[in-house]
């Protein structure tokens, strides 16, 4: 990084950044900038790993009870798992798809309610789902409602559905509470109902009860692992947040974030936080990294930056790494920046536009648990970036007034009238 200029572009000539943008911005809110509220969800999220983990271990006995009754942790067969929520709830789902198929030996799938709620009769059917995992932030959306309720009428009486929600006063925690003997409600910590139209403590703390799901029955060793990734998490948070800033200096356009697994859930979340927080912009896309060769990748130009998350999984890794080597090359010559976030520092020719940002030497995260350590680069991309550009971080979207924190708007219908009369009736 230069020692010419400052890490942070203020507007104010006479503010002048001290340490770790990140941490100026926390020790120094400014409304008018729009720091109240973002920068300290973002630095929190380590500690809220910590209490969500240890809530859950308050639930498991009452959680495990709950979820015997579709046949998990129990004798039964497992359940067919539908996760849903909306925009960065969704990606909480395909954050942990793969390690709750992995776990539970189920089918399990992520699909996020603005496709569910136009659509009951292709999601709701007899005996199917009959576990429903709903993420909401604060429950109050108009489609987390529509789904809930919709599949509470549709599904078949023996289906249950778990809200995980962080906020206790949502729309969605009051229907759970009307329903006890059909739908479970595990509200997290009051501080990761992020107050910022940008959702990040929510998200990784929604991300860290959903993999809790997968360990009931060894509830201390996941809260040992959480530790140790929240240690890591907290030692991303005080180093990175300048290097990350350094990186995204200059006229950047596009992001692209390429990811696989849990990883790939942690590339939507990223790019969905740098194209929202710098209002549109950065335009940014996500992919599997395999699939962004097949199209996508011809968007890449010398306004881009284009960022691999690495799996810990040695197959998967294997193939990440050789589609950076493949376009390593081009990528120089046309003049994008390439970041590869890693566990350990991968074998990559070093080139001025290539920066490595290595985070768990020792192996310390297990595999399809990584999110929340690579989630981290995408979320202080889109803050740095933001600030760079003058936009208000906590209401990004104040001038144009497209959406809130809380997307509202969508009329909803009868579900019965999807089911037509030669496709049944809920």
Not at 108 to 137: K, W, Y
């Amino acid at each position: 990084m230069s020692e010419n200029s400052p890490s942070v572009v203020s507007e104010s000539q006479d503010e002048v950044s001290t340490g770790s943008v990140l941490r100026h911005m926390v020790d120094h809110p400014n409304p008018d900038r729009g720091t109240v509220h973002t920068p300290g969800e973002i630095a929190q999220q380590p500690d809220m790993w910590r209490r969500t983990a240890r809530l859950v271990r308050e639930h498991a006995p009452s959680l495990k009870r709950f979820l015997a009754t579709v046949g998990l942790y129990s004798d039964d067969p497992p359940p067919r798992v539908l996760l849903t929520g909306a925009g960065t709830s969704h990606y909480v789902g395909l954050s942990v798809v793969d390690l709750l198929r992995q776990q539970f030996g189920a089918a399990c799938e992520s699909r996020p309610t603005t496709r569910v709620t136009p659509n009951p009769d292709l999601f709701f059917q007899d005996g199917a789902p009959s576990l429903m995992i709903h993420f909401a932030r604060s429950g109050n959306s108009p489609e987390s409602k529509a789904v809930l309720e919709g599949a509470l009428e549709c599904m078949d009486a023996d289906g249950r559905h778990l809200v995980i929600t962080c906020n206790r006063d949502g729309t969605l925690a009051e229907l759970a509470r009307a329903h006890p003997e059909r739908v479970y409600l595990l509200v997290l910590p009051d501080e990761t109902n992020d107050q910022g139209l940008a959702m990040t403590s929510s998200y990784t703390s929604m991300v860290v009860a959903s993999q809790a799901l997968a360990r009931l029955n060894e509830m201390d060793a996941f809260i040992d692992e959480i530790d140790r990734t929240a240690a890591l998490g907290a030692s991303v948070l005080a180093d990175y947040p300048d290097p990350i800033d350094e990186f995204m200096t200059g006229d950047v356009r596009r992001a692209f974030f390429l990811g696989n697994n849990d990883l790939y859930g942690a590339a939507t979340e990223s790019a969905l936080k740098v194209q929202e927080l710098t209002a549109g912009g950065i335009l940014a896309g996500a992919d599997d990294t395999l699939a962004f060769r097949h199209g996508p990748i011809s968007a890449v130009d010398d306004r881009s930056v284009v960022v691999f998350y690495l799996s810990a999984r040695r197959h998967t890794r294997r193939y990440e790494v050789d589609v950076i080597r493949q376009y390593q090359e081009a990528f120089d010559e046309i003049g994008a920046q390439i970041a590869v976030v890693s566990p350990q520092r991968p074998d990559l020719r070093a080139t001025e536009n290539l920066s490595v940002f290595a985070y768990d030497p020792e192996g310390a995260v297990p595999a399809l648990q990584q999110n929340n350590i690579a989630v981290l680069f995408g979320q202080l991309a889109g803050l740095v970036a933001a600030y760079r550009r003058g936009v208000n971080v906590d209401e990004p979207s104040e001038e144009k007034a497209l959406y809130n924190r809380t997307v509202q708007g969508v009329r909803v219908y009868d579900p019965e009238s999807a089911f037509g009369k030669d496709e049944g009736s809920c």
